[in-house]
């Protein structure tokens, strides 16, 4: 098929191919989350299982019975790391949300379905802890960027019940994905990722939301409008797969590519900060 053309998937998939000015990008970050450790209350490296990156940050707010964002960072499943993405922190804190950065092992050390089993040990851990940090363990919403989407949309969907007796049916009942993957199928031809990814059609269908029945709780989906068309592709698809119901918002925002939309991700005064507030219940910006 032309839509698995090596060549094409590189040039549609490789952000960092696409963003020449990406090196500065992830230098702001990492200025940016140094900073918001430095600012706020913080809990640092609390572990949530004993296996590889099994680890978490929490930022608490001073709310009490505070909602709980999850945010996974993105990176392709086998690069970055929690600390890299702290910048996303402060903006929530200040508006009265509890805010968790899970970390999780890499490819190609792990598989992707090592990667998805660990934030389902994570969710679990924060749903039995969070009252120790302020959070309300009912309302807890998980938001990821890129492979950190795909992670957020694979937990509405896990089966929770199966994962502990002590845990509810809709651990995750709303969530928001950016920039997200739900169909993995083209990743498994794509050679900057192949190698690292080792995806088999058995493994492409076990990992891919699209596939899946659509679940109980609600998913917002947005994407850069200067992303690929790949991109552009996969944000359109859950809506369709999963149904208007399930994904009511699935935006396009103009004026972003793949990084910088998380710009708009941490400005109080944007759409896409607002879509996660809204799925918060926190009152908008």
Same mark, same amino acid.
């Given at each position: 098929?032309?839509? &698995?053309?090596?060549?094409?998937?590189?040039?549609?998939?490789?952000? @960092?191919? @696409? %963003? /020449?000015?990406?090196?500065? %990008?992830?230098?702001?970050?990492?200025?940016?989350?140094?900073?918001?450790?430095? $600012?706020l209350s913080r809990r640092l490296d609390v572990a949530y299982g004993d296996g590889p990156n099994e680890t978490l940050d929490i930022f608490p707010t001073t709310r009490?019975?505070?909602?709980?964002?999850?945010?996974?960072?993105?990176g392709w499943w086998r690069t970055l790391d929690k600390r890299d993405l702290? &910048?996303?922190?402060?903006?929530?804190?200040?508006?009265?949300?509890?805010? !968790?950065?899970?970390?999780?092992? #890499?490819? /190609?050390?792990?598989? %992707?379905?090592?990667?998805? #089993?660990?934030?389902v040990q994570a969710l679990a851990w924060i749903y039995r802890n969070a009252e120790l940090?302020? $959070?309300?363990?009912?309302?807890? !919403?998980?938001? *990821?960027?890129?492979?950190g989407g795909h992670l957020?949309?694979?937990?509405?969907?896990?089966?929770?019940?199966? !994962? *502990?007796?002590?845990?509810?049916?809709?651990?995750?009942?709303?969530?928001?994905?950016?920039s997200g993957v739900f169909e993995l199928?083209?990743?498994?031809?794509? /050679? &900057?990722?192949?190698?690292? #990814?080792?995806?088999? /059609?058995?493994?492409?269908?076990k990992l891919s939301p699209a596939g899946f029945a659509p679940p109980k709780g609600r998913l917002y989906a947005a994407v850069g409008a200067d992303e690929s068309e790949e991109f552009l592709r996969q944000n359109a698809l859950i809506q369709q797969a999963w149904g208007r119901k399930t994904v009511p918002v699935a935006e396009t925002i103009a $004026?972003?590519?793949?990084?910088s939309i998380l710009r708009q991700f941490v400005d109080p005064q944007t759409r896409l900060h607002n879509m996660a507030r809204e799925l918060l219940q926190l009152p908008g910006a």
């Open positions: 098929m032309a839509r &698995f053309d090596p060549a094409w998937l590189d040039a549609q998939y490789s952000a @960092r191919a @696409r %963003i /020449p000015e990406h090196p500065q %990008i992830f230098e702001r970050w990492e200025k940016a989350s140094a900073l918001a450790r430095e $600012g009490a019975d505070a909602p709980v964002l999850v945010f996974i960072h993105g702290s &910048f996303v922190a402060p903006s929530f804190v200040h508006a009265g949300a509890m805010v !968790v950065l899970p970390n999780y092992a #890499l490819c /190609p050390a792990v598989g %992707i379905d090592t990667i998805a #089993l660990q934030m940090y302020g $959070g309300d363990p009912k309302r807890i !919403v998980v938001a *990821g960027h890129s492979a957020a949309a694979m937990l509405l969907s896990c089966d929770w019940k199966a !994962v *502990g007796r002590d845990l509810p049916a809709q651990l995750v009942t709303s969530a928001l994905s950016i199928e083209p990743l498994r031809h794509a /050679p &900057f990722l192949k190698d690292d #990814l080792q995806l088999t /059609p058995a493994a492409v269908r $004026g972003e590519h793949h990084l």
